[in-house]
């Protein structure tokens, strides 16, 4: 070889497969230490290239990712010697420490005397190879020039033996990062890396956020190797019920156009807003405006409210969802005036909820309720601040002008208690309601106008939402369900009347009455 070509070839970055390799060494004219990191496919030898095979042959000092694969006993049948890092797996208590801990390894090994050495892994070396990844990123900084050799990826025969074509929609995900939200059921979805039934059950669970229990699964076990390969469909539910998993496990899902798991994702209730509001969509939705629905969305509350206080989570289900069409509908309308869109009020939300929340997303910490409180109350003052909004004129700032009189109440006292106007205990608050009922029934003993006695009545109300605040009642919490426990009482004074045969006017107080107290005791 000419002097000049060997330098060249001790400094260039070499990219063989089209993949991309890093070396940071000088412009020494010296072979910088070098590993090669070689894929060795994904089952037996057919699934190893010439070119690295070639490689293997050449390389004398040869380590494998594990010995636990088909391909290895190549190696071993042609007197190629090697040494594995299965040790690792058995000291580390996780993955993540096996992968540091040989790419580590391997950093120590090139640097030791300065000769190349061989790391052969399962598959393609940048497909589902944390150790590849590890080393790109450090071997820079170390003077070490890594090359990567191609090989045959798992993929290539999950395609084949399991019939699909990734250009329909493909997407492949690690099984020890499935998440619900990273589920796309319009794809084609390979899950690799299941080793274990623990493995399978988390994925399992994750799974079933989005698809139905019985939906069926396709597990693959060493795909393309001959006396190995296992595939096997079965119900979700029965995903971890499985005998044999291991290194060469995946799950398929293929892709679904089932209108039921198409149903189950916002993107799915985002297209169907935005077509009922479309020039094809409803004649009604797209007359709407902010103005028109208003009453709509506080009705629809109401209603999600009353679920709630009802315990009933069918209809739950149902009123949340009427709530989200109103957020969908309103931010639709934005969206065509081009100010927002739904997505824009998602990402405000995500950014607020982490902004405020610095002591469970960042390094503050907070014992109780209340020192989180207290530091969503700072992260809400320094929002302000980095917005350039100005400082409130009015402690009372900030409540809702529209906000039922019974929770304004609430929230006045809450921001005034804030900076020091309140009783420092309950009696004093307990005798203000005596004062004020007092001066009520002298209103009203006095024959004063209705306007005075209503303003009597509203310092009553006013100083018993004080009470509530005290003893760590919400007062509109509590009322409704006063409002409930009397509705329910006097539906069993009706329902007496219908056995009796009488009507109200047919009955009188002292009757009535005595249901009344029979609805206390069955209650």
């Not at 929609?169 to 690799?192: C, M, N, W, Y």
């Not at 005075?452 to 310092?459: K, P, W």
């Not at 509705?487 to 329902?495: D, K, Q, V």
Request: hydrophobic share 40%.
């Amino acid at each position: 070889m000419r002097p000049e070509r060997q330098f060249r070839r001790g400094w260039v970055i070499m990219v063989i497969g089209g993949l991309r390799a890093a070396s940071e060494g000088g412009l020494t004219g010296a072979m910088s230490p070098t590993i090669i990191v070689a894929g060795i496919g994904s089952g037996g030898e057919d699934h190893i290239t010439l070119g690295v095979w070639r490689r293997l042959q050449e390389t004398p000092r040869r380590y494998v990712r594990t010995a636990s694969h088909p391909a290895v006993r190549k190696l071993t049948e042609h007197g190629l010697a090697f040494e594995s890092f299965d040790h690792f797996y058995e000291q580390s208590d996780s993955f993540p420490d096996v992968y540091e801990r040989i790419a580590d390894e391997l950093i120590r090994l090139a640097q030791a005397d300065g000769q190349p050495l061989l790391y052969a892994v399962p598959g393609h070396p940048m497909v589902a190879e944390r150790t590849v990844r590890l080393l790109s990123e450090r071997c820079g900084g170390a003077g070490i020039r890594l090359e990567i050799v191609g090989g045959e990826s798992f993929l290539d025969q999950a395609f084949i033996r399991l019939g699909f074509d990734p250009i329909e929609g493909f997407q492949l995900l690690d099984a020890a990062d499935v998440k619900p939200s990273l589920l796309r059921p319009e794809l084609h979805t390979v899950i690799a890396q299941v080793y274990d039934k623990f493995t399978a059950s988390d994925v399992k669970l994750s799974l079933m956020e989005r698809y139905p229990d019985d939906h069926p699964v396709t597990v693959g076990h060493a795909l393309g190797v001959p006396g190995e390969e296992r595939i096997e469909t079965v119900p979700l539910h029965d995903l971890d019920r499985l005998e044999e998993y291991g290194n060469l496990t995946l799950v398929w899902l293929p892709k679904s156009g089932d209108p039921m798991l198409r149903n189950r994702s916002f993107d799915r209730l985002h297209e169907i807003v935005a077509i009922l509001r479309s020039p094809e969509g409803c004649p009604w939705d797209r007359e709407q405006t902010h103005r028109s629905i208003r009453k709509n969305f506080i009705e629809e509350t109401y209603e999600a409210i009353e679920a709630i206080d009802n315990d009933d989570p069918v209809g739950m289900q149902e009123e949340f969802g009427d709530v989200l069409l109103q957020v969908m509908l309103h931010s639709q309308m934005e969206a065509e005036n081009g100010t927002f869109d739904v997505y824009d009020v998602i990402q405000s939300l995500n950014e607020k909820l982490l902004f405020r929340h610095p002591h469970v997303f960042g390094e503050t910490g907070a014992a109780n309720a209340q020192e989180a409180l207290a530091s969503w109350e700072r992260m809400k003052a320094e929002e302000r601040r980095r917005k350039g909004l100005s400082e409130r004129s009015s402690v009372l700032d900030g409540i809702p002008r529209d906000l039922p009189a019974l929770m304004k109440a609430y929230a006045l006292q809450k921001k005034a208690a804030k900076v020091g106007f309140d009783w420092a205990e309950i009696g004093p608050a307990l005798d203000k309601v005596g004062e004020e009922l007092r001066e009520l029934r002298e209103a009203v003993a006095a024959g004063k106008d209705k306007e005075e006695q209503a303003l009597e009545l509203g310092d009553l109300l006013f100083a018993t939402v004080n009470v509530a605040r005290f003893i760590g009642a919400d007062p509109e919490e509590a009322l409704a369900r006063t409002n409930a426990k009397f509705s329910r009482r006097f539906a069993y004074i009706e329902e007496q009347l219908k056995k009796s045969g009488k009507t109200f006017g047919e009955t009188n107080l002292e009757e009535m009455d005595r249901w009344w107290e029979e609805a206390k005791r069955k209650n």
